[in-house]
Structures are given as structure tokens and as C-alpha cells.
């Protein structure tokens, strides 16, 4: 079983350009989550997919930022018209509800992908 | 208010010494998930240990146990036996099951420098 992959691994723009960014989930995952970290901070809640289904966004996510899941698998992040402060890693993670915790309830542990390192020049 | 704080911006330790991490979390939910990870250099955020809010013993994974004290609002990752590959960024995280209808996405704390001396 393969983990979670993220492409591409290091991005370097220009202010203004648009970026996209891809995740591979692990195959049997239905929920998939996007995360942006920044120098020396943990990482900060995007957005989050169920299936196909965007279930929840941040209020961090701006109008200029999208995120899709077309077929339930895969998942793209692209970001329009760049700007110096969206320089951050982006972190894709995906989960499923059938990990069972002590307690019975489901864990929804997230694994995490590589990142995607994100420079804006 | 932060929801997560880890108060140690970085920790040293001796090889095959053990080490605790200190994390305290805030929620009025009381059902709850607490999650540790580990982020080497590389930037991958590798998952350690997950504890519930109603589970009764704390959680175990190897050389890592987690000190959940609940009324304290408490969940320190301790690391026994410490090695080189120990040395990484570790971060708490917590997922609240019911708040504000939330579907579970996790709030990080800033995180732990951890240092393996040899």
C-alpha cells in the first residue's frame, strides 16, 4: 500500500502566476484534507473532501484559491494570481473512518503526503 | 485562545534517554481526538499516536506512550530509549468530533524542536 503523494514537491513562481498542485490519496481513503504551513508554525487547516463532496473550507482559503476532487481520488489545489505571502508548504492528508480506537470509535487518523513547498518570487 | 500549546520551542536529550514532550489543548467538546506528530527535514508529517477522549488507557505505540491526563487537559508524548532518528519537529494535534459541526480537521500546535545528543 502506497501513501499519500504529492506533486510537484517544489514549486517557484512569479507574483501573479497560477499554480496547481496535485494529491494522491491512499487508494482506499474517501476523506482527503489540504493544509498550508508556514516557517516555524504547525500546519493550518484548508479544506477537506468527502468522496467528491467539499465538505468544509477555512475561512484561510481565499477566493483565489480552489480545490476540486473530481472522481473522489485525486485532488488539485490551485491558487490564481500569486502573491508573496502564499510562499508556505502545502500539505495534503487523507483518512478513513475505519480505524477502529480503544474506545471503538473511529480514529479518522490522517496521514500526511510530502508537502508541496511553495516559493513566490 | 490557542486550542493547542506545546511551550517548548526545543528540546535536547541524550541518546537511549528518555524525553517528554509537553501538550496541552483546549475544547469544550467532549469528544475529542489527540494525534502526535513527527516532521523530520524533509517536511513529511509521519503520524506516532492517536488517543480518544473516552478511552481509559493511555495510548501506546512502541516507544512512544502518550500521558493523557484528562482533567488536566493534558497529552504529553513521551519518547523512550531516544535515538539519532529521533531528531525532528513534533507536533500535537487535536480533532474535535462535534464543534461547530466541524468534520474533523486537526488543529496543529506550533510544535517541538527535538534534539538527540549522541
Known amino acids: 500500500d502506497t501513501g499519500v503523494s504529492q506533486n510537484p514537491r517544489h514549486k517557484i513562481t512569479k507574483r501573479g502566476q497560477n499554480v496547481t498542485f496535485r494529491c494522491d490519496p491512499i487508494?482506499?481513503?474517501?476523506?482527503l484534507y489540504w493544509y498550508r504551513q508556514t516557517l516555524g508554525q504547525g500546519p493550518e487547516f484548508l479544506t477537506y473532501?468527502?468522496?467528491?463532496?467539499?465538505?468544509?473550507k477555512s475561512r484561510l482559503l481565499s477566493d483565489r484559491f480552489s480545490a476540486e476532487r473530481p472522481k473522489g481520488s485525486f485532488s488539485t489545489l490551485e491558487i490564481q494570481r500569486t502573491e508573496q505571502g502564499d510562499s508556505a508548504m502545502y500539505l495534503c492528508?487523507?483518512?478513513?473512518?475505519?480505524?477502529?480506537?480503544?474506545?471503538?470509535?473511529?480514529?479518522?487518523?490522517?496521514?500526511f503526503g510530502p508537502g508541496t513547498r511553495l516559493t513566490v518570487l | 485562545a490557542q486550542k493547542i500549546t506545546q511551550t517548548q520551542p526545543g528540546m535536547f536529550v541524550q541518546e537511549k534517554e528518555a524525553v517528554t514532550l509537553d501538550c496541552t489543548y483546549d475544547?469544550?467538546?467532549?469528544?475529542?481526538?489527540l494525534f502526535w506528530y513527527k516532521q523530520p527535514s524533509s517536511g513529511e508529517m509521519i503520524f506516532l499516536i492517536y488517543?480518544?477522549?473516552?478511552?481509559?488507557q493511555n495510548a501506546t505505540e512502541g516507544r512512544y506512550s502518550l500521558n493523557f491526563q484528562k482533567a488536566r487537559k493534558s497529552a504529553n508524548l513521551v519518547i523512550s530509549a531516544s535515538q539519532l532518528g529521533d531528531s525532528a519537529m513534533y507536533f500535537c494535534?487535536?480533532?474535535?468530533?462535534?464543534?461547530?459541526?466541524?468534520?474533523?480537521?486537526?488543529?496543529f500546535g506550533k510544535g517541538t524542536k527535538l534534539s538527540v545528543k549522541p
Open positions: 492528508a487523507s483518512s478513513t473512518t475505519d480505524h477502529p480506537g480503544l474506545a471503538g470509535g473511529s480514529t479518522d487518523t490522517q496521514y
Open positions: 487508494s482506499e481513503h474517501n476523506r
Open positions: 473532501f468527502q468522496n467528491e463532496a467539499q465538505l468544509e
Open positions: 475544547t469544550s467538546d467532549p469528544s475529542y481526538g
Open positions: 488517543q480518544g477522549s473516552y478511552d481509559q
Open positions: 494535534a487535536m480533532r474535535e468530533h462535534n464543534y461547530g459541526g466541524s468534520q474533523g480537521n486537526l488543529i
